[in-house]
């Protein structure tokens, strides 16, 4: 069963970086769109920022020019790179498979666990 890891979260102050890691098990990790969401006490889950599998981005206004995704498809891995963190920021943020078809075959979407990001005043 294919799981979604995610790492790097933790405790910054405002103006700091972060690295959020999600690694992927299973070998079929290229041809899928990954996503990045987050969710704040009292507040929807938001997308965050998403890369295709050609490595096409988009992001969410509040953090354009300041997160970064980026994939490894070697290590079956997606990041984002979090620069500039406002208190704003702070959210559990959760890696997300998008559902794909290929051919007859629906893959489905999959959620990682969380990591909590805390941006400090």
């Known amino acids: 069963q294919v799981q979604l890891v995610e790492s790097g979260g933790g405790l910054v102050q405002s103006g700091g970086s972060l690295r959020l890691s999600c690694a992927a098990s299973?070998?079929?990790?290229?041809?899928?769109?990954m996503e990045w969401y987050r969710q704040s006490p009292g507040k929807d889950r938001e997308l965050v920022a998403m890369?295709?599998?050609?490595?096409?981005?988009d992001y969410a206004d509040p953090v354009k020019g300041r997160f970064t995704i980026s994939r490894d498809n070697a290590k079956n891995t997606v990041y984002l790179q979090m620069n500039s963190l406002k208190p704003e920021d702070t959210a559990v943020y959760y890696c997300?498979?998008?559902?794909?078809?290929?051919?007859?075959?629906?893959?489905?979407?999959?959620w990682g666990q969380g990591t909590l990001v805390t941006v400090s005043s």
């Open positions: 997300h498979r998008a559902s794909q078809k290929m051919g007859t075959v629906r893959y489905p979407e999959i």
């Open positions: 299973g070998s079929i990790f290229s041809i899928f769109v």
């Open positions: 890369i295709t599998n050609d490595r096409s981005t």
